[in-house]
């Protein structure tokens, strides 16, 4: 038993913290000059975890941008400094549940913080997906920014159900922009996902905005009038999820300064948010950029899981 950790819960559920039930990402920092051995490492563990590869400072930066539109917007109890971003009694992010404020605004949270961009989009990060690629990079325009108050967690699921229509090589990066307790709650991974592909098949070939035209809703998905059929959840229950695919679900008490990176078809979800705090990520992709890309990502206003998105099909 981990007996030196909290209560860990993932939507509302305590996992096992036994020592064959949870663990500690394996970092990758050792391997981080080594496009060869990063393409092993990733290839054996369905992710890189790279602590510290950012410099702290420039992500205490973009946290100070996103802090303080939560200020402007009245979601922070005045009582703490802004850069704490502890919620005030009461504030509300409810207008995120519908997607599509929730797109709008990821987007001008991103839009408006300079530091953020620079951070994602270019130096360090772009030189080693160019290194890990073996050419040159693109990534997705569209940037997805986490702004988790005191509550549950993401679901467990894989990306590949929501951007499968470019390159099988698609990566996603996470970064905190935070010190994340586990309080606090973080990403996991589940441990050996990337390699039960056969046994999720049914899921991984799925795709959140594909329908069926022979149904009696297709009408109103077609319309826009049931934005959201299927929300390309794998499970909600990240304890019975373990118990029935095996390994361990790995986090990390991240730092400001973290990268974790992994593939399309690796299991992850987050920790529940235990503290006053708002937990702030983000998680961004990137491919070869020789190789086909997601069209509902890409361009100044990316259509993303809107209607122009939705593909019927004969089920």
Same mark, same amino acid.
Do not use: C, K
């Given at each position: 038993m981990n007996a030196t950790l909290p209560k860990i819960l993932a939507k509302g559920h305590a996992l096992d913290l036994a020592e064959n039930s949870f663990?500690?990402?394996?970092?990758?920092d050792d391997v981080s000059h080594d496009p060869a051995a990063l393409r092993r490492r990733f290839a054996e563990d369905g992710y890189l975890y790279l602590p510290g590869f950012f410099n702290r400072s420039d992500v205490i930066e973009v946290r100070r941008g996103i802090a303080g539109v939560f200020a402007e917007r009245g979601l922070l109890d005045p009582a703490h400094p802004v850069e704490d971003a502890v919620k005030r009694e009461g504030a509300s992010l409810a207008f995120l549940s519908d997607p599509?404020?929730?797109?709008?605004?990821?987007?001008?949270?991103?839009?408006?913080?300079?530091?953020?961009?620079? =951070? #994602?989009?270019? /130096?360090?990060?772009?030189g080693l997906f160019e290194a890990f690629f073996g050419e040159a990079v693109?990534?997705?325009d569209f940037t997805w920014v986490r702004t988790m108050g005191p509550g549950f967690g993401t679901d467990p699921h894989c990306d590949n159900v929501y951007m499968s229509r470019g390159s099988p090589r698609l990566c996603t990066?996470?970064?905190?922009?935070?010190?994340?307790?586990?309080?606090?709650?973080?990403?996991?991974?589940?441990?050996?996902?990337?390699?039960?592909?056969?046994?999720?098949?049914?899921?991984l070939n799925r795709d959140v905005d594909h329908y069926c035209e022979n149904r009696p809703e297709a009408a109103k998905i077609k319309s826009g009038e049931i934005p959201w059929k299927w929300g390309g959840?794998?499970?909600n229950n990240p304890y019975s999820l373990r118990q029935h695919l095996g390994g361990r679900w790995l986090s990390a008490e991240y730092r400001m300064?973290? =990268? #974790?990176?992994? /593939?399309?078809?690796?299991?992850?979800a987050s920790l529940d948010n235990q503290s006053r705090y708002f937990r702030f990520s983000t998680d961004t992709r990137y491919q070869p950029a020789s190789e086909?890309?997601?069209?509902?990502?890409?361009g100044e206003?990316?259509?993303?899981?809107g209607v122009a998105a939705k593909r019927g099909m004969i089920c």
């Open positions: 663990g500690e990402l394996r970092r990758s599509r404020p929730a797109v709008d605004f990821m987007n001008a949270l991103s839009r408006a913080n300079p530091a953020m961009l620079r =951070l #994602l989009y270019a /130096g360090r990060i772009i693109r990534h997705f990066a996470w970064i905190p922009y935070s010190d994340i307790t586990y309080e606090i709650g973080g990403l996991m991974i589940l441990e050996g996902s990337h390699r039960q592909a056969d046994r999720l098949r049914n899921y959840v794998l499970s300064g973290d =990268l #974790l990176v992994f /593939g399309m078809t690796t299991v992850h086909p890309i997601d069209e509902r990502w890409i206003n990316p259509i993303g899981h």
